[in-house]
């Protein structure tokens, strides 16, 4: 059977975390409790020989999880590398050190039936810490996203929530590997949103987002510039004056923080 989703998970140095992410992976079923057909495709970015070893369980020769090999280039160049792989219609993202709930994909693909025209599909979450324990007040509600307006305000889209037709994606271009400042995504969900694709938003917790001081967007300088960077990148299209102005505001308000 053909899958129905591609998930994608880039890993670099991710063995601590990366066979909960995959396990949480392999454990989605649909409305009668059976496995939704999928593949998951890690792209290991330069690791050591230890996140190999934590991978093995899940290698055979017709299994669900292939692994596509590259030297270190970051996130971006990996989620590119383990999409050119995909196969099914729909992409969906899961950074190495998160989990997803088992009826996640359920619940998206349920979405995608009552929106057809839906090209990112995505949810809620919690955060854990690095034990996996869920911290209080951890609730990751983002929102819904009915244009670029929203997304200029804010990242509105979480990654490891996020499914994405992936003809929607490739259109786009996929990630920007030259965006290094770990918003890669958030320049992707702008330029979808700018093309004018539809964003749809599952009200439910279905992630876990862990949070550990080595994670990207512990460093919060860093993250505005890869947000500055990517609204940047937006000003260069065909956008409204009122977009434009809402980017320039905005522009100013990263530069402009402590």
Same mark, same amino acid.
């Given at each position: 059977m053909l899958p129905i989703a591609s998930v994608i998970v880039p890993a670099w140095n991710s063995e601590r975390w990366l066979r909960e992410a995959v396990e949480s992976a392999l454990a989605q079923t649909d409305e009668a409790g059976r496995p939704i057909p999928l593949e998951v495709i890690v792209c290991d970015d330069g690791s050591s020989v230890r996140q =190999?070893?934590?991978? &093995?369980?899940? @290698?055979?020769? $017709?299994?669900?999880?292939?692994?596509?090999?590259?030297?270190?280039?970051? =996130?971006?160049?990996?989620?590119?590398?383990? /999409?050119?792989?995909?196969?099914?219609?729909?992409?969906?993202? @899961? $950074?190495? %050190? #998160?989990? !997803?709930?088992?009826?996640?994909?359920?619940?998206?693909?349920?979405?995608? +039936?009552?929106?057809?025209?839906? #090209?990112? +599909?995505?949810?809620?979450?919690? /955060? +854990?810490? &690095?034990? *996996?324990?869920?911290a209080e007040n951890s609730m990751? !509600?983002? *929102?819904?996203?009915?244009g670029l307006s929203d997304l200029v305000a804010e990242n509105r889209v979480p990654l490891s929530s996020a499914m994405v037709r992936a003809s929607a994606f490739r259109e786009a271009g996929g990630f920007d590997e030259v965006n290094v !400042? *770990?918003?890669? %995504?958030? &320049?992707?969900?702008?330029?979808?949103?700018?093309?004018?694709?539809?964003?749809?938003?599952?009200? =439910?917790?279905?992630?876990e987002y862990r949070i550990h001081a080595d994670q990207a967007s512990a460093d919060a300088k860093r993250m505005r510039s890869g947000a500055a960077y990517a609204l940047t990148r937006t000003l260069l299209r065909g956008i409204s004056p009122a977009e434009r102005k809402a980017i320039v505001s905005r522009l100013a308000e990263l530069v402009n923080a402590p």
């Amino acid at each position: 059977m053909l899958p129905i989703a591609s998930v994608i998970v880039p890993a670099w140095n991710s063995e601590r975390w990366l066979r909960e992410a995959v396990e949480s992976a392999l454990a989605q079923t649909d409305e009668a409790g059976r496995p939704i057909p999928l593949e998951v495709i890690v792209c290991d970015d330069g690791s050591s020989v230890r996140q =190999q070893l934590a991978l &093995e369980p899940f @290698l055979a020769p $017709d299994g669900p999880v292939r692994v596509v090999l590259q030297s270190h280039r970051g =996130q971006a160049a990996a989620r590119n590398a383990a /999409c050119r792989y995909a196969v099914a219609p729909w992409l969906a993202f @899961l $950074d190495a %050190d #998160d989990r !997803w709930f088992p009826g996640k994909l359920r619940a998206q693909f349920a979405a995608a +039936i009552v929106h057809p025209d839906a #090209d990112v +599909i995505y949810t809620g979450g919690v /955060c +854990i810490d &690095e034990a *996996g324990v869920r911290a209080e007040n951890s609730m990751v !509600w983002p *929102g819904p996203v009915s244009g670029l307006s929203d997304l200029v305000a804010e990242n509105r889209v979480p990654l490891s929530s996020a499914m994405v037709r992936a003809s929607a994606f490739r259109e786009a271009g996929g990630f920007d590997e030259v965006n290094v !400042w *770990g918003a890669d %995504d958030y &320049e992707l969900w702008l330029a979808l949103a700018d093309a004018g694709r539809r964003f749809v938003f599952v009200p =439910q917790p279905l992630v876990e987002y862990r949070i550990h001081a080595d994670q990207a967007s512990a460093d919060a300088k860093r993250m505005r510039s890869g947000a500055a960077y990517a609204l940047t990148r937006t000003l260069l299209r065909g956008i409204s004056p009122a977009e434009r102005k809402a980017i320039v505001s905005r522009l100013a308000e990263l530069v402009n923080a402590p």
